[in-house]
């Protein structure tokens, strides 16, 4: 199981970049395809996610009206695209997989199946 997160770099505020999550080695159809984020000093926390089995998203409410998030089932590849970044959305962004559809955000979430490494966003002032 490999999942790449691609698409970091520095940015300013206002400005935008996209992020890929190329995955491999589990049935990308069914499986919900989440992003998450490490600020320094900061817990983990769920960005958005989507699934690939019935379409259903998620975005954390720092995220709304400026995230979005699609999938390319032929390539395998879940994209994050991140619009009027601002300096608090710098971290560390993760992609992760978890079977079927996106628990993150609700009270039965219970962890993700599989990680990649993540990839640097920063957002300057």
């Known amino acids: 199981v490999q999942l790449q997160a691609s698409g970091g770099g520095l940015v300013q505020a206002g400005g935008s970049l996209r992020l890929s999550c190329a995955a491999s080695?589990?049935?990308?159809?069914?499986?919900?395809i989440g992003w998450f984020r490490q600020a320094p000093g900061k817990e983990r926390e769920g960005v958005s996610c989507i699934s690939n089995l019935d379409g259903s998203l998620y975005y954390a409410g720092s995220a709304k009206g400026r995230f979005t998030i699609s999938s390319d089932i032929a390539k395998n590849t879940v994209y994050l695209r991140m619009n009027s970044l601002k300096p608090e959305d710098t971290g560390v962004y993760y992609c992760?997989?978890?079977?079927?559809?996106?628990?993150?955000?609700?009270?039965?979430?219970?962890?993700?199946?599989?990680w990649g490494k993540g990839t640097l966003v920063t957002v300057s002032s």
């Open positions: 080695g589990f049935t990308f159809d069914d499986y919900a």
């Open positions: 992760a997989a978890e079977r079927q559809v996106c628990s993150i955000g609700t009270s039965y979430y219970n962890g993700m199946d599989y």
